[in-house]
């Protein structure tokens, strides 16, 4: 494989400094993003590769070939990988992690590959409170990353929702995962759009996440609030009969499927997890437009929300497992 178009490129913000210290990197189905860090997390340099789905199983080769220039110029540095690289599919399955789960016990799980010098971040399991078993990966590395952006999730009872095709609702207790609960609210969008006659619009088919905003969505969250009683099955006929009727133009049938099925997924979220009449505050870690979506839902059912970006979180949860495997070592060579 070519390095060509592959050197570090260095963006806005991006440090021009001398000591490297480590290479971060998310290495996802369909994408692969690399730091080049200092040990304070000072990032670098910032590279993309190819998703886990596309490097044929070769994945010490496409690594190497990526990280060529660092390791020229830096010599062979640590790297700490997260996400499907370590699923069964990626370079080293790294056995998913049985929740309750604190930060020290996911990096003493991390997989080590080259004699140490890298390790997979591995995901989390539990039998969340609808009594069936879950699973995530990917997401425990942009926990670690929100607790070390915001240490107050460390203190006492904290709800998280990491919304994506998966959306994760995490429920924290002083700093360690107890538990999780995950919606397939995005694949559902998406199959429902691709593959269905409840929007029928192939200029917005081409770009979904473009056409989930708007008046229709706020109309979503607005008719699973008035029916709080009603199963989403029952009302997500109407993006086809409100256009059927005129009651809804093409266009807007998309945000209203979008704004149902994040209102339902929130609504039945927030009912599982409050504890108590006072109000519910959720973290919400993820892309900032479809967090920003998240939020109005939460804030249409009487939540607080704060907005962590799921970038910045995961490769601070990279970091953080570093500083960790750091620490384990040091206390192994005592």
């Not at 440090?15 to 189905?29: N, R």
């Not at 993309?48 to 660092?70: H, K, M, Q, S």
């Not at 919304?163 to 207790?173: D, F």
């Not at 996440?209 to 109407?238: C, K, N, T």
Request: with cysteine; aromatic share 4%.
């Amino acid at each position: 494989m070519s390095d060509r178009g592959q050197r570090p490129h260095r963006g806005p913000g991006i440090a021009l400094m001398s000591q490297a210290a480590l290479v971060a990197g998310d290495w996802g189905t369909s994408h692969l993003r690399l730091f080049l860090c200092q040990e304070d997390g000072t990032v670098m340099a910032a590279l993309d590769g190819p998703g886990a789905a596309d490097v044929a199983g070769d994945f010490p080769e496409t690594l190497d070939t990526l990280l060529r220039g660092w390791t020229r110029e830096y010599g062979s540095l640590p790297v700490v990988l997260c996400g499907m690289v370590g699923s069964s599919l990626g370079w080293r399955q790294a056995p998913y992690l049985p929740c309750p789960a604190r930060p020290e016990q996911i990096a003493q799980a991390c997989v080590g590959l080259r004699d140490g010098l890298v390790h997979i971040v591995p995901g989390l399991s539990c039998r969340n409170r609808l009594n069936a078993p879950d699973v995530l990966r990917g997401e425990e590395t942009q926990i670690l990353g929100a607790l070390r952006l915001n240490p107050a999730l460390s203190s006492g009872r904290q709800l998280l929702c990491l919304p994506g095709t998966h959306t994760k609702w995490v429920l924290l207790e002083d700093g360690c995962v107890r538990e999780f609960l995950t919606a397939p609210t995005g694949e559902l969008f998406a199959v429902l759009c691709e593959h269905s006659i409840l929007v029928n619009d192939e200029r917005q088919r081409q770009d979904l996440h473009a056409a989930i905003d708007g008046p229709a969505f706020d109309h979503g969250l607005m008719q699973i609030q008035r029916f709080p009683a009603a199963g989403v099955l029952h009302r997500l006929f109407e993006c086809r009969s409100r256009r059927l009727t005129g009651d809804l133009h093409s266009d807007e049938a998309m945000p209203l499927l979008s704004g149902m099925l994040i209102a339902s997924d929130v609504q039945g979220a927030v009912r599982l997890f409050a504890t108590s009449a006072a109000r519910t505050s959720v973290q919400l870690i993820g892309a900032t437009r479809l967090a920003a979506l998240y939020a109005r839902a939460l804030v249409s059912q009487d939540c607080d929300t704060n907005v962590i970006d799921g970038s910045l979180a995961s490769l601070n949860g990279l970091l953080q497992v570093h500083r960790l495997l750091s620490q384990q070592a040091v206390a192994n060579d005592g």
